[in-house]
């Protein structure tokens, strides 16, 4: 096990053991205990009641966070050329098709989003191994592979994400930075937690939500309340 830092003991100390706490109560507590020098990122891990093996037990979805992720999401849009300026308009970082399907066979992915429309997935399919493992392969589930490129684009720039229940049964996802008010992290928080909750499998039985973490990428994990948030 590593050695705590003083830093890290500090920040520990501030946080009861075996107590959970409310959302807002959370929040505030996590700007207190963060210390880095540098824009920490705040995450949230739900530990939901389901079984991922199942199919009927899946759970994946996307949400727009009301105050954004605080970070400069880059989006690249493969489109044909008469939706190029529809994608630029609407902030695309990257548009374009063939020059950018042989950048990413080629090993480039420094995107954190791709968007596309439905007659370029057959080209995207040989590229699914590049771009599964790094979760940038489109969906339509997750509005990534549509008709309407501005719209698609202006939401993920906007603060939309995507998120999805891992094998362990636990979703993680980035909701802000440590320089946001505690009422904006609050917010975040709960309009995932909240998506997550309608989005809950008629196969899940017993505790659904059964535990909620916060953190920033330096501090301990806040345990909260599930019946509090």
């Known amino acids: 096990m590593a050695k705590l830092t003083k830093k890290q003991k500090?920040?520990?100390s501030k946080i009861e053991k075996n107590k959970l706490y409310s959302l807002k109560d959370a929040s505030s507590l996590l700007k207190t205990v963060a210390s880095?020098?540098?824009d920490e990122s705040v995450d949230i891990a739900v530990r939901l009641g389901v079984d991922p093996r199942k199919a009927n037990q899946?759970?994946?979805g996307v949400v727009t966070l009301p105050h954004g992720t605080g970070k400069d999401t880059k989006v690249l849009a493969l489109v044909t050329p008469d939706?190029?300026?529809e994608a630029k308009a609407a902030g695309a970082d990257y548009v374009g098709l063939d020059?950018?399907?042989q950048k990413i066979k080629d090993?480039?992915?420094d995107v954190d989003v791709i968007i596309t429309m439905p007659a370029i997935m057959g080209k995207l399919g040989p590229l699914g191994r590049v771009l599964g493992p790094r979760g940038l392969m489109p969906n339509p589930k997750t509005g990534t592979v549509t008709m309407e490129i501005g719209k698609a684009v202006a939401e993920v720039k906007a603060g939309k994400i995507d998120f999805k229940v891992d094998k362990t049964g636990i979703v993680h996802a980035g909701i802000g930075r440590i320089s946001f008010g505690a009422e904006q992290i609050v917010d975040n928080a709960h309009e995932i937690i909240q998506t997550l909750i309608k989005l809950k499998p008629t196969a899940a039985?017993?505790?659904y939500i059964k535990s909620i973490h916060l953190s920033s990428t330096m501090s301990p994990a806040i345990a909260l309340d599930p019946k509090a948030v």
């Open 10 to 12: 500090e920040a520990a």
């Open 36 to 38: 880095a020098k540098f």
């Open 58 to 60: 899946m759970v994946r």
């Open 83 to 85: 939706k190029e300026a």
């Open 99 to 101: 020059d950018y399907l």
């Open 107 to 109: 090993g480039w992915t």
């Open 205 to 207: 039985k017993g505790a």
